[in-house]
């Protein structure tokens, strides 16, 4: 029996598929696929959840007011000129409902976020991939695949799963070749991990210009993936019409809970950065050590080019038979690469050996 049939475009989509989580047979399992902070929560996020588990027969603060006051304090913006939502991968498809359509394009980079392009055509709009230069986003690429059709340019700084940036000068550079009416998208889920000077997240941007975004997350340094909170500061007209698409309670009362415990511990924040800074660096220069390319990266992860896709794969494989998961990078147009968590010093090293033990002898090396 043919039943009602999606909106055309709909099953075009290939659906967005995460990391791997599981690996049958294996003991202990190390879980460095999906960018996920190895340090966990705060402890106090851990005691705020408990505190709040007797009272969700309640409906939670449908604007999350408490937590857009927390995050003004803490960045010193204007908590009106903030929304939050259940990641920022709820507010990136928010803002392409909102601002673009049937006949509009969204402009990415190629190895841009895979969300983006999802995000485009569930609008009903077309994605642009603009490309890349040595894997990091080309201004002037972008801005030469601009034409009347374009309404929103999404752009990761950081950018996942490449691990490159732009400085700030070039961010302003791009938006002031943009036409006002496109709107620039600062993905900067992994601002917190970057040390680098020249860098700045957004902010400064979104307080110059009426057409530009910057969106954040909880999942990532703050150890929150598996509560789904991300938050967006922007122009009032911008923000205004996140409001007016966002569903009514599309944050629960224990994320937000979580998430004021989190911006509470900033201790925490230090102590992940700090052990991402050094471990990403080890990780980096003992697998360089092994001939493997290893692109330099500012987030809590590396790019790690085997040289084939062949090869890629048999060391996925085999490290994944050993209980360590890592993400390979096929679907980003990346065939030839995997992408892999920075984590503590013990689970660092064991998938130094085991790529090391892989490339000398266990069918890793092509």
Not at 42 to 49: D, L, M, Q
Not at 100 to 113: N, S
Not at 139 to 165: H, K, M, Q, S, Y
């Amino acid at each position: 029996m043919a039943g009602p049939a999606p909106r055309p475009g709909i099953l075009d989509i290939a659906p967005y598929v995460p990391g791997d989580a599981h690996a049958d047979g294996a003991g202990r399992l190390i879980r460095l696929a999906s960018n996920e902070n190895p340090l966990g929560p705060s402890p106090h996020v851990v005691a705020a959840i408990r505190a709040v588990a007797p009272d969700q027969h309640r409906y939670p603060d449908g604007g999350s007011v408490a937590l857009a006051q927390a995050l003004g304090a803490l960045h010193g913006l204007d908590p009106a000129r903030i929304v939050c939502g259940a990641g920022s991968d709820e507010l990136l498809g928010l803002i392409a409902l909102a601002y673009a359509g049937p006949g509009d394009q969204v402009l990415h980079t190629v190895h841009g976020f895979l969300v983006y392009p999802i995000a485009a055509r569930v609008a009903g709009a077309t994605p642009m991939a603009a490309p890349e230069r040595a894997l990091t986003a080309d201004v002037d690429a972008l801005l030469a695949r601009v034409t009347e059709r374009t309404r929103i340019v999404f752009l990761a700084n950081p950018n996942n799963p490449t691990g490159t940036w732009l400085p700030a000068d070039e961010l302003e550079r791009l938006r002031a070749g943009l036409p006002d009416r496109v709107l620039l998208v600062i993905d900067a889920a992994y601002a917190e991990y970057v040390t680098e000077a020249g860098y700045e997240p957004g902010i400064r941007l979104v307080d110059r210009h009426d057409s530009v975004v910057m969106t954040r997350t909880f999942s990532k340094i703050y150890g929150l993936a598996g509560l789904r909170l991300g938050w967006a500061y922007g122009p009032p007209a911008v923000i205004d019409a996140l409001h007016r698409v966002r569903g009514p309670f599309n944050v629960g009362a224990v994320t937000q809970a979580a998430g004021l415990a989190a911006i509470a511990d900033q201790d925490h924040v230090a102590r992940a950065r700090a052990v991402n800074t050094a471990e990403r660096a080890r990780l980096t220069e003992r697998l360089g050590a092994l001939g493997l390319t290893v692109h330099p990266s500012v987030a809590n992860f590396v790019l790690v080019s085997f040289g084939d896709a062949a090869a890629a794969d048999a060391v996925r494989t085999g490290l994944k038979a050993r209980g360590i998961l890592v993400r390979q990078m096929g679907g980003y147009g990346l065939p030839d690469c995997l992408r892999i968590t920075t984590s503590t010093t013990d689970e660092t090293t064991a998938v130094i050996d085991a790529i090391t033990d892989l490339r000398q002898g266990g069918g890793g090396d092509g």
